[in-house]
Each structure stands twice: as structure tokens, then as C-alpha cells.
């Protein structure tokens, strides 16, 4: 019998269980001695007998973002070598996760104590309302003053501040940024990009600008940080290894790059849009980006790999025995 090829393209076919649509949909991951071993969309591999191939019927991806995990599982997957590092969260498993440790979500006293600092004794570097509360001292109206004074120490002084209140940017990365001296182009770079809007014909501009007049301090965290406190509405912080993972979850063709540009912060900002909507959409609407970015880190974290993977349930094809596929299959026949 001929061996169906490995997929290995983004344009992966999908099927779905005749009998058993809850299921979700599957990609197939290898055929060999009489079987095909199928990764499903609820987070399980299973194992089918020649015979039993009819009941996987051709599918189309279904719009809840499933589909993508499951073409991406698939092509990392070889005839037996489906194991916890190529295990892929979804956004649906991020959510559910969040959930279970705050089910009142971001409205709730737990969240709103541990990332908000509500009702707080002594105030944390993950504390956000009074990160933001400090970072007025940075917007438009406050910087135009200044401006016109000349300041640009006070300027300076502000945004490093804003740098060390929280655990938004790391210390290596302050360290840097304590390294520049206080300067005209500086503060005008950074009024400029506070000022402008997306939708401005003259806003990668701003962005790049800024980057340039950073210099070696121009890191993903100190850059995003700058819009993610002042507006925190309508700009994100950017944490570069949980976002470019949930980037690669989410976005086709999704790559990281080490130096900011205006084209890679959009595509970041896009992503954090696209988790608030799909947030809001399951019940959970969030406050603004910084709860988004928050929820990011709180799910996709090293340490919340284990519980995140524990709720995807995919056993290594190892461990699915003969007895096992029989009564897989007695159930779906």
C-alpha cells in the first residue's frame, strides 16, 4: 500500500469525524503498518485502522483558530516523535488556563490585586494602574512645557523613571538607557511618536526616529513602553519571548526581529489586538493592553507550560496501544 507523504506546507488538509464531531477538526500525522495516527483539534492523537478510514471525512477550518494548531502540530510531527516540545498551545487552551486561575477574570479581585495592585499594601514593579498613573508625567501635555523650557534633563529624568517603576523593562535594559545623556532630539523624538496615531501617514516615521535618537537603549521593552504607559488604549508593551510566541501562534508568517522597526511593532500591536477581541469575545473583556499583555505573560510563561500542556491532553503516539486504538475505534464506529 502506498505511504501518504508527510505534510509539509502551511496548506495541510483537514478532516473531521463522521460520527464524532466534536472531535474538531484533525490533520493526519503518519500512516504505516495498516494505520493512520490523526492529531485532533481537542488536543488528542488518535489511531485508526484500515477500515475505519471513510469515517475521516474532508473538513474546512473552522474561524475559533483551531485549524492553525493543529496544521502546525502536524508538520512538526513524525511517525513517532510527538512529544512535549513540539506540543502547541492555542489561544482557546491560553484562555481556559486563565480562567481556572481567575475565574472572574480581569475584573476580579484576584487579578485586579496581583497585576492592578488593588486594595495593595505596598506597591510591586507588576503593579500596572500605578505605572500608568506615573506615566503622565510623560504625555503630550505635560511633555509641551518642558519643550518649550528646554528641559531635556527633566524630560530624561521622567522616562527612566517610567523604566524603573515597573518590571516592564528589564535592568540590563536600563542599565543602557542610563547610558544616554539627555538631548533636544531625544525629547522631541518622543513627543512626536506620543503624539502621532497610528492611521498617521508620518507615524513609522516617528517610530524609527525615536529608535535612532535611543540608540543602543532602543530595545523592544524601553521602545513599547514609552506608548504602552502613556496609552496604554490603544499601544501595547512588548515583551519579546512570550510575544513572539503567541505572534507565531496567531499571525502567518509571523518573525521576530532584535531591533524594533515600525513594521514589526505593528504587527505586535495587531497580535494584542486580536487576543483583547478574542478575550472579549469569550466573556473576558479586558481593560486595555496591559491586561493583554499581562494575560500573555500569565499564560505562555516557562512556568505555566506544564498546566497549559497538562489541559491539551496529546498522549506521545508511544503510549496509545492496540488495546487503545480498539476501544477508540469500537466508539467511533
Known amino acids: 500500500m502506498q505511504q501518504v507523504a508527510q505534510p509539509t506546507t502551511t496548506n495541510i488538509p483537514l478532516y473531521r469525524h463522521s460520527k464524532r464531531g466534536h472531535w474538531g477538526v484533525a490533520g493526519l500525522l503518519w500512516e504505516r503498518d495498516g494505520k493512520r495516527g490523526y492529531q485532533f483539534s481537542d488536543g488528542k492523537m488518535r489511531v485508526f485502522k484500515e477500515g475505519y478510514y471513510h469515517l475521516l471525512e474532508d473538513a474546512q ?4 483558530g483551531s485549524a492553525k494548531a493543529v496544521r ?7 511517525a513517532d516523535s510527538v512529544t512535549e516540545s513540539t506540543r502547541l498551545p492555542t489561544l482557546r487552551d491560553q484562555i481556559l488556563l486563565f480562567r481556572r486561575n481567575f475565574p472572574e477574570g480581569f475584573s476580579g479581585k484576584a487579578w485586579m490585586k496581583k497585576y492592578r495592585g488593588l486594595d495593595a499594601r505596598k506597591r510591586l514593579k507588576r503593579h500596572r494602574d500605578p505605572a500608568i498613573s506615573d506615566a503622565h508625567r510623560l504625555s503630550v501635555d505635560k511633555l509641551e512645557p518642558l519643550i518649550e523650557a528646554r528641559d531635556w534633563d527633566e524630560i530624561f529624568d521622567r522616562l527612566l523613571a517610567l523604566a524603573t517603576g515597573s518590571n516592564l523593562v528589564p535592568s540590563s535594559h536600563v542599565k543602557k538607557l542610563r547610558k544616554i545623556r539627555p538631548s533636544r532630539d531625544l525629547s522631541v523624538a518622543i513627543y512626536d511618536w506620543l503624539k502621532s496615531d497610528m492611521d ?10 525615536l529608535v535612532r535618537y535611543l540608540g543602543d537603549a532602543a530595545t523592544w521593552p524601553i521602545v ?17 519571548s512570550v510575544y513572539t510566541e503567541q505572534g507565531t501562534m496567531l499571525l502567518p508568517n509571523f518573525k ?12 505586535y500591536l495587531h497580535m494584542a489586538k486580536t ?3 478574542e478575550l472579549e469575545a469569550a466573556g473576558l473583556p479586558p481593560r486595555d493592553l496591559l491586561d493583554v499583555y499581562d494575560f500573555i505573560w500569565e499564560t505562555l510563561r516557562k512556568a505555566a507550560r506544564e498546566d497549559l500542556l497538562a489541559q491539551y491532553e496529546l498522549p506521545p503516539p508511544e503510549v ?8 477508540e475505534q469500537a466508539e467511533a464506529a
Do not use: Q
Request: proline share 7%.
Open 61 to 64: 477550518a473552522p474561524g475559533d
Open 72 to 78: 502546525r502540530l502536524t508538520r512538526l510531527a513524525r
Open 200 to 209: 498617521d501617514d508620518d507615524t513609522e516615521r516617528r517610530f524609527n526616529v
Open 224 to 240: 513599547s513602553m514609552i506608548g504602552g504607559l502613556v496609552d496604554p488604549e490603544h499601544h501595547t508593551c512588548v515583551r519579546p
Open 256 to 267: 521576530a526581529v532584535r531591533r524594533p522597526r515600525f513594521k514589526n511593532y505593528a504587527r
Open 275 to 277: 487576543v483583547s477581541d
Open 320 to 327: 496509545v496501544n492496540a488495546t487503545d486504538e480498539a476501544a
